[in-house]
């Protein structure tokens, strides 16, 4: 049998479609199917000569085989320094081989291939850091996950992911009036706390244009309050676009390069329709990549920029904090030893390794902040990311995959852990779960929140 | 014999390496897409450019970076070595020599003694880096005969040199295969992966660039290598 019923080469475009999928639980008839999927092999070498150009063609032939490497994944480090989980031997045997037997390979092959991308690889670019050649694994990975999505071969969930944003723009079944409505219903809970408290929806030439993870939406909306609450307080003229809100991007982690096109693209229409001063968007980082960094890539903008500056949650935190909008009682600091996740995907990926210390040298006591080793662009992956957290089939590799982070949180002695990032916050609050060493995690908007001094025009009545 | 591998043939060598890897380097970066590689390289040629010389300078500076630093053992054999294998080809005084017949200059030279040296160091440090792919599973994975053949073809000329140096048994048969080798190796630069002694340069760049210019570049944050 070629093509599944489930599992094809096709993206899927309806809300039809979808439901079926997700009706196939766990995905037992989809990978069912994958077993007797067919290779496109004449696709997959076409695309191959279009897409692979100087840059990865060039890593594959001059790598020297030296395992320099081999230290820098966490994934090799946690599966007791097994040899296949070097980065240059998984990439060598994937796509190395897909390429040098110029895309004749089958089924078997295919599935070898979706399970070292996405169950040996969390995409975080440590390895690119530590190649004297300069040989970035995690970048031929993701481009590895594309050749794979259009053959079908990818995991169940992320197939649904990419599905979910073709269909939604959004990472989950979230439409545009269930955001607009969720978010004007938790403003409505926290108004009696916090006077004025609004959510400006559509608001044309606003300061500030949020964005946020369509997770917050459905699982985590006090997130929403809060980020309203931070707003307000900070006197920002803000809004948020009743189209174009969701910043994350699953078709990212599944290579459906197509659909982070139009996800991508929904949002800077919004940018384009509101024309903010600028977009700030939630305590995510992979949703940071996808709209600011990767986006403007998928979006054919030849600059490599978003239409408006688009700035990180923390980014933004960091500047209201600084320049005083946002002023913090130093009687409700934080007093218990706390450490800091470096998100990969904003640290490593875009620069950001101070703003978030500058966040806690306000929130901190002194004393009390201890630092992760290694920390800033070279520290590990929280083990979940690049859509590892998410899927099902590969979760004992996951779980296995956090202990390099338990064990670098144990190190500090830290007892909470700042994880301003969705992906890393479901790894820790995961890894807590698993292995029961007792911290706690959270995001800053809420710890923030905690230590506000409220502005007079926030008192509540007396 | 000797008149035809000191002249055409060493000219032929040396032709097919230079065009060979002058037109690798080329394509290299006219390969490079802004779109695909998503690094806009020609919007920000300057941050681009300062990324690039940094990825560079940071990874040919000894104990510069910290995969060098983690790594002291390998270090210490990979610089040994590719001293070696690049200063003495260009400035021993016997190929300066050469040079200076066939095209009326030369460059610095280096005397006997550190040319000596700097010989024998390359080959107990490609010792050293052939036993550590045989000791290490996470290199010997990776490592096929391709592997030993560049490393063969690297050597040849450093053994042959010193034997013919030091004139074990026939001077003209050692000087001869040191020739061979030699031009071999310059044949064999362009074809193979020791297509890297140009490619390295370009490759670093193009990460230091995206560094320079996507990830962080722009922010202002200076990549720490
Ligand atoms: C400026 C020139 C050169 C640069 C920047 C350079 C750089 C590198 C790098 C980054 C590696 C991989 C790292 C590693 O093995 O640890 C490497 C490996 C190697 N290079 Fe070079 N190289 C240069 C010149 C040469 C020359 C002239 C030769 C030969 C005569 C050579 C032979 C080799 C060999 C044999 C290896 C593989 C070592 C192994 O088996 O691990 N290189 N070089
Ligand atoms: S460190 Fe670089 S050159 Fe060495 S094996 Fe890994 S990818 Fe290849
Ligand atoms: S990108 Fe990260 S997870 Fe993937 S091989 Fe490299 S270090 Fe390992
Ligand atoms: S989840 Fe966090 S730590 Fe893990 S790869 Fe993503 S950004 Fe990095």
């Not at chain 2, 500076?61 to 070696?84: A, E, N």
């Amino acid at each position: 049998m070629p093509e599944g019923i489930f599992c094809n080469k096709k993206p899927i475009e309806t809300q039809e479609e979808l439901t079926a999928l997700l009706g196939d639980t766990s995905g037992t008839q989809y990978y069912k199917e994958m077993k007797e999927l067919d290779v496109d092999t004449k696709l997959l070498w076409t695309t191959i000569q279009n897409t692979c150009k100087s840059r990865i063609r060039t890593w594959l032939e001059i790598c020297a085989h030296c395992g320099m490497c081999a230290d820098s994944c966490f994934l090799y480090l946690v599966n007791d320094r097994d040899p296949k989980q070097v980065p240059a031997y998984k990439i060598q045997s994937t796509l190395g081989e897909i390429v040098k037997r110029k895309g004749n390979v089958d089924n078997e092959f295919m599935l070898m291939a979706m399970e070292t991308a996405w169950a040996k690889c969390t995409c975080c670019n440590r390895c690119g850091m530590y190649c004297p050649h300069g040989i970035d694994m995690g970048i031929m990975f993701g481009y590895l996950r594309g050749l794979l999505y259009q053959q079908g071969f990818v995991p169940w969930e992320l197939k649904i992911g990419a599905g979910m944003h073709r269909v939604y723009r959004a990472q989950m079944d979230v439409s545009e009036e269930e955001f607009v409505e969720t978010f004007q219903w938790m403003v409505e809970e926290n108004e009696e706390e916090y006077p004025g408290l609004t959510v400006p929806v559509d608001v044309e030439n606003a300061d500030i244009m949020y964005t946020v993870n369509a997770r917050e939406v459905k699982h985590y909306p006090e997130d929403l309050a809060e980020a309203a609450i931070l707003f307000h307080a900070a006197g920002e003229n803000w809004t948020i676009p009743s189209k174009g809100w969701e910043q994350t991007s699953l078709a990212m982690f599944a290579g459906d390069w197509a659909a982070c096109k139009m996800q991508v693209e929904n949002v800077y229409a919004a940018m384009e329709r509101l024309k903010p001063k600028r977009m700030v968007g939630t305590e995510c980082g992979h949703a940071h990549r996808a709209t600011v960094v990767e986006g403007p890539y998928w979006a054919g903008r030849q600059d490599g920029r978003p239409p408006v500056e688009c700035i990180h949650y923390i980014e933004w935190l960091a500047e209201a904090l600084r320049e005083g909008k946002l002023k913090i009682d130093p009687e409700r600091r934080i007093k218990v030893p706390v450490t800091l996740q470096d998100s990969c995907n904003y640290v490593r990926n875009h620069g950001l390794r101070e703003t978030a210390r500058e966040i806690l040298s306000y929130i901190v006591e002194p004393g009390y902040y201890r630092e992760m080793s290694p920390n800033r662009e070279h520290n590990f992956c929280c083990g979940g990311g690049g859509g590892f957290n998410g899927i099902g089939l590969f979760r004992p590799q996951r779980n296995k995959g956090l202990i390099t982070k338990r064990d670098q949180i144990i190190a500090t002695g830290a007892e909470l852990v700042i994880a301003p990032c969705h992906n890393c916050w479901d790894a820790i609050r995961d890894l807590e779960e698993e292995f029961e060493i007792g911290i706690k995690w959270s995001f800053l908007k809420p710890l923030v929140i905690s230590m506000l001094e409220l502005p007079d025009h926030m008192k509540p009545e007396e | 014999m000797y008149e035809f591998l000191t002249g055409f043939m060493f000219w032929l060598a040396l032709g097919v390496c230079l065009i060979g890897m002058a037109v690798r380097t080329i394509l290299y970066f006219k390969g490079l897409q802004w779109n695909l590689d998503r690094v806009a390289y020609k919007a920000y040629p300057v941050q681009g450019f300062k990324g690039a010389i940094r990825s560079i300078y940071k990874w040919i500076l000894p104990f510069g970076t910290h995969g060098w630093r983690k790594q002291p053992f390998m270090t210490v054999m990979f610089f040994s070595f590719h001293i070696g294998a690049v200063v003495v080809p260009l400035f021993l005084l016997a190929h300066n020599l050469f040079l200076k017949e066939q095209l009326g200059f030369s460059l610095i030279t280096i005397n006997g003694g550190v040319a000596d040296f700097l010989s024998w160091l390359v080959i107990i440090t490609l010792i050293f880096i052939i036993l550590r792919r045989l000791a290490l599973p996470e290199v010997r994975i990776l490592t096929n005969w391709y592997d030993y053949l560049i490393i063969l073809i690297s050597a040849a000329p450093f053994i042959t040199g010193l034997l013919a140096r030091y004139e074990v048994g026939n001077y003209s048969f050692w000087l001869l295969a040191h020739i061979i080798s030699g031009e071999l190796l310059l044949f064999a630069i362009p074809f193979t992966k020791l297509s890297h002694i140009f490619l390295f340069f370009a490759s670093r760049a193009q990460l230091g660039m995206d560094y320079g210019i996507k990830r962080g570049g722009l922010k202002g944050t200076v990549m720490d290598w």
